[in-house]
Each structure stands twice: as structure tokens, then as C-alpha cells.
């Protein structure tokens, strides 16, 4: 449902107003946009020689952005921050009473590299940033840590009018694995998360 109000979105937005191309739009280099997305992983709980094997998490995501672009001529390049709130949970039964992983919020600071390609801009990024992390554990409460990361993505945003940009972007997210001692030392795998996002930018 989502994924057709967004799309039904933009068909309206782009059949309401000339669509120029991204090198007319002639806004300042610095935006700032927000973002709906949806995002799947697995998680791992490991208690010495027991473990729960991979099960799965995922959840509705969702967050701000902000950046400076520079171009020459067809190149775009430039540096990004992106803070998000995260539903990005899962738990399982196996070898363990109600492990549950929780992925409740995420920043990051992206280098982006992309080429103008006359009607919109396609990209790349790579980032590094860091995750909060939530473990619960049936019966023994929950603790939260703070996991280091990075992320590459792939993404295209175009204009629809003077100023604005939509984009679409799928990113791959890797966070280290976290501990606790909710019931022994247990080592927690959070996973690597693939991320698919729609977002609207007002350049400035």
C-alpha cells in the first residue's frame, strides 16, 4: 500500500507541474529531505556452543537527511548526513525463550558520488555511522547498546518542480555485533540490513 500511494503520489505531483531537467534547476547545492522506507534483515543470538540459527527481522523505517552537493560539468559529488527511527525487530523461540532484536534508530555520514544525466541524478554512497540496538529476553528485561557500521547505496532523484527532488534509493546497511548478559554472556549478531526508501528534497 505504500509503495502505490507513493507511486500514485508522484504521477500526480509530475502530471501537475513541467518536469525540468536537474541541471535547470538552478537552487542552492545544500538540501535537506525526509524519508518512508522499509528495511529486512536476520539476527543471530549465540550463548557458547548454542545458538538460534538466523531468524528474521524487518519493519517500517523512517527519517531526515540533509547534504551539500557540488558539480562539474556531468559530476556530482558531495557529503550527507541521514538520521532515521527504526521499526526493524524480529524474534524467535529457537534455543531460547522470546529473543528478540530490535534495530530503534540508526545515523549515518554518506559520501555521494553521481552523474547528471540530464533529467535526474543517479548516485552512489558510502557511509559509516552507528546503530542503537535493543535485546530482550522473556522473563530477564531488555538492555539497548550502541553498534558501529557502514553502508553502501544506489539511488536516482530527478525534479518536479524548481527547488523539490524525489528520490528512490536501496541501500545495504552492516552494524557490529553486540553483547549482554540477560541470562549469561551472549553474543548478538544484529545482521545486514537491505533498505529500500522513497524521499522528498527542498534544495536551498
Not at 53 to 63: E, L, R, V, W
Not at 85 to 112: H, L, P, Q, W
Not at 131 to 139: D, H, I, P
Not at 143 to 157: A, F, H, K, M, N
Request: proline share 2%; net charge neutral.
Amino acid at each position: 500500500m505504500l509503495k502505490f500511494l507513493s507511486a500514485a503520489l508522484v504521477l500526480g505531483v509530475c502530471a501537475l507541474s513541467p518536469l525540468p531537467t536537474y541541471a535547470q534547476d538552478k537552487k542552492g547545492k545544500w538540501y535537506a529531505g525526509g524519508f518512508l522506507g522499509y528495511g529486512a534483515s536476520t539476527s543471530r543470538w549465540t550463548q557458547g556452543a548454542v545458538s538460534t540459527g538466523d531468524f528474521n527481522t524487518d519493519g517500517m523505517i523512517a527519517g531526515l537527511y540533509g547534504g551539500r552537493n557540488w558539480q562539474q560539468n556531468k559530476t556530482v559529488y558531495g557529503i550527507e548526513l541521514e538520521l532515521a527511527v527504526s521499526e526493524i525487530e524480529g524474534a524467535t523461540e529457537t534455543n531460547c525463550v522470546g529473543c528478540r532484536t530490535d534495530i530503534d534508530s540508526y545515523g549515518f555520514v554518506k559520501a555521494r558520488l553521481g552523474r547528471d544525466t540530464g533529467r535526474g541524478l543517479i548516485y552512489g554512497t558510502l557511509g559509516y555511522g552507528a546503530a542503537s540496538v535493543t535485546q530482550m529476553l522473556t522473563g530477564s528485561g531488555h538492555v539497548s547498546d550502541i553498534t558501529p557500521g557502514w553502508q553502501v547505496g544506489l539511488g536516482y532523484e530527478a525534479p518536479f518542480q524548481e527547488g523539490w527532488n524525489l528520490r528512490a534509493e536501496a541501500a545495504y546497511l552492516r552494524f557490529g555485533g553486540v553483547s549482554n548478559t540477560l541470562s549469561g554472556p551472549i553474543s548478538v549478531d544484529v545482521g545486514g540490513v537491505t533498505l529500500l526508501k522513497l524521499g522528498l528534497t527542498q534544495k536551498f
